[in-house]
């Protein structure tokens, strides 16, 4: 498996600014991300808001960590590139489209390099579930997230 990568998204019933709160708040990501272990903050922007995190990741095959770097862009963006790791590259966002009368479109995209080696078990029926749950399922859960809060 060279890459794990693709784009998903949903339509969610609340506006922009309430579903960038949720998207920007990236240490709480664990408690609505599948997959998404833990995440702690590494350094922090004059905001207060964390720039460089260190993530923990269960891929099904075993669990990864990685120091991301945040950019934000609100309330339409939240982008993220890997700058060491367990993995070889890792860049992904968020993209928020406001569709008016309180509905937003939500689209996440990811790009992974696994690397040689974990790429090795990475393959057939892990793959399909690992493509499931980092790039399928995060809208949906985001949708949940709001909807049901």
Do not use: C
């Amino acid at each position: 498996m060279g890459h794990i990568s693709g784009s998903s998204s949903a339509e969610v019933e609340a506006p922009v600014d309430e579903v960038w709160r949720v998207v920007e708040d990236v240490l709480t990501a664990p408690d609505w991300q599948g997959g998404l272990v833990a995440m702690s903050a590494l350094e922090r922007d004059a905001g207060g808001r964390p720039t460089l995190v260190e993530t923990e990741n269960d891929i099904k095959v075993r669990h990864v960590k990685t120091w991301v770097r945040f950019r934000y862009e609100p309330p339409a963006r939240l982008s993220w590139t890997q700058e060491k790791g367990d993995l070889k590259s890792v860049t992904g966002s968020w993209r928020l489209e406001d569709l008016g009368d309180g509905r937003t479109r939500a689209t996440y995209t990811i790009d992974a390099d696994p690397g040689r080696l974990l790429g090795m078990l990475i393959r057939g029926p892990v793959e399909a579930a690992i493509l499931a749950m980092l790039v399928n399922a995060r809208p949906g859960e985001l949708k949940v997230r709001i909807e049901n809060a």
